[in-house]
């Protein structure tokens, strides 16, 4: 059965650095595409990174621009986001996702198939 856990959520103060950890049991990322979703209190879910896994391409929403970075571990079958210079508007669950298909052009929800089961992120003021 295949899994996504995420890890790594947490309180920091702003501009504090997180590191979300995105661990993928029973499955490999050939050929898909790796997603970085979040979902505030009363906002829609919103993609904010993405990778693509043969050519590691990657994706930012303007929000996370220069802030954030998505990498993946082949070795591990994990994908991370380095959150750096964090913002009380980044404070979200935050959830991967892996793409049904094999291409990397879209946050379109319906387009992941494998969801985690997200993690919290605070940021304070």
């Known amino acids: 059965q295949v899994q996504l856990v995420e890890s790594g959520g947490g309180s920091v103060q702003a501009g504090g650095s997180l590191r979300l950890s995105c661990a993928a049991s029973?499955?490999?990322?050939?050929?898909?595409?790796l997603g970085w979703f979040r979902q505030a209190p009363g906002k829609e879910r919103e993609g904010v990174a993405r990778?693509?896994?043969?050519?590691?391409?990657?994706y930012y929403s303007d929000s996370v621009k220069g802030r954030f970075t998505v990498s993946r571990d082949d070795a591990k079958s994990t994908v991370y986001l380095q959150m750096d210079s964090l913002k009380p508007e980044d404070t979200a669950m935050y959830y991967c996702a892996v793409s049904s298909g094999s291409i990397c052009v879209t946050f379109a929800e319906g387009y992941f198939g494998i969801w985690g089961q997200g993690t919290q992120v605070t940021v304070s003021s």
């Open positions: 029973g499955y490999s990322f050939n050929k898909k595409c």
């Open positions: 990778i693509y896994s043969d050519t590691r391409a990657t």
